[in-house]
C-alpha cells in the first residue's frame, strides 16, 4: 500500500466517524446536507470523489425531479387531460368533463418519435420531430422575442431629450434619457464596419466601446452578486444550522 492510499484510507475513515457523530447529533438530513456542501466546496482544493458524488447526485435527484414535474405538471394536464380527459379524472377532477381534443394525437405522436433517440437503429425518426418542435418554436417566438428584445428596446431607448412634468423642465430625466440615447448610438456605432473608425467616428466608437465594457462589467456584477447570496446561503447552512455558531 503506497503513502498516497494509506492517507486517503486515513481521511475516509475520518470522514465516516465525522458524519456518524454529527448524525447523532444533529439529526441526518442536517448532516447529509452539510456532508454535500462540503463535498461541494471541496473542489476547490482537487477534483475528488467526494465532489463527483454530490455532482452526480445533485444532477441525477434534479433529472428525477423535473421529469416527474414535467410528467405529472405538463403531459397529464395538457396532453392526456384533453386527449382522453376521463383518464387524469381521478388525478385532476377539474378535466374529467372536457371534452377530447383527438388533435392532441399529434404531439403524442411527435412525443413516441422522439423517444425513437433511444434506439441506435431508429434514432433517425427522432430527427424528423425535433425538426418540427424546433421549427414551429422558432416560428411561435419569432413575433414574441421581436415585440419583446427588439421593438420594445427601441421604444425604451426613444425616449424625449427634453423632459417636463407638472413641476416644469426636469434637468434628471433629461440628463438621463440623452446619456441613454448618446450610448446606444456610440455602442451602434461600434457596431458599424462599413467605415473605418477614424476621427469623429472613431471617437464615438471608443465611447460606445466604454458603454458596452461598463455593461458588461454591471451584468457581470450581478451575476457573481447573485452567486455570492448562494455561498452566503450555504455558509449560513453550515454555521447555523449545522454547527449552531450563530444565534
Not at 15 to 28: Q, T, W
Request: with cysteine; charged share 10%; proline share 4%.
Amino acid at each position: 500500500m503506497t503513502r498516497r492510499q494509506l492517507a486517503t484510507y486515513i481521511f475516509f475513515g475520518v470522514v465516516v466517524i465525522l458524519f456518524a457523530i454529527s448524525v447523532a447529533l444533529k439529526g441526518f438530513f442536517v448532516t447529509f446536507g452539510a456532508f454535500l456542501t462540503l463535498a461541494i466546496f471541496s473542489f476547490l482544493y482537487d477534483d475528488n470523489p467526494y465532489y463527483k458524488f454530490a455532482e452526480h447526485l445533485f444532477v441525477g435527484v434534479s433529472a428525477a425531479y423535473w421529469m416527474c414535474m414535467g410528467f405529472w405538471g405538463t403531459m397529464v394536464p395538457n396532453l392526456f387531460g384533453r386527449l382522453y380527459p376521463p383518464m387524469v379524472g381521478p388525478v385532476i377532477p377539474a378535466l374529467k368533463d372536457n371534452p377530447s381534443d383527438p388533435f392532441m394525437l399529434i404531439p403524442l405522436i411527435l412525443g413516441i418519435m422522439l423517444l425513437m433517440r433511444l434506439s441506435s437503429k431508429a434514432g433517425w425518426i427522432s430527427r424528423w420531430a425535433l425538426a418540427f418542435v424546433v421549427g414551429t418554436t422558432a416560428g411561435l417566438n419569432l413575433v414574441r422575442y421581436l415585440r419583446s428584445d427588439f421593438i420594445q428596446q427601441i421604444s425604451s431607448t426613444a425616449m424625449p431629450l427634453y423632459v417636463t412634468n407638472s413641476a416644469g423642465f426636469s434637468l434628471g430625466e433629461t440628463i438621463s434619457n440623452i446619456v441613454i440615447f448618446i450610448g446606444v448610438m456610440c455602442g451602434l456605432i461600434y457596431f458599424f464596419f462599413s467605415k473605418e473608425h477614424k476621427g469623429a467616428f472613431g471617437a464615438g466608437a471608443r465611447a460606445g466601446v466604454i458603454v458596452l465594457m461598463i455593461t458588461f462589467g454591471a451584468s457581470f456584477g450581478y451575476t457573481v452578486m447573485a452567486r455570492i447570496s448562494l455561498l452566503v446561503g450555504r455558509m449560513q447552512y453550515l454555521l447555523d444550522s449545522w454547527l449552531g455558531m450563530i444565534g
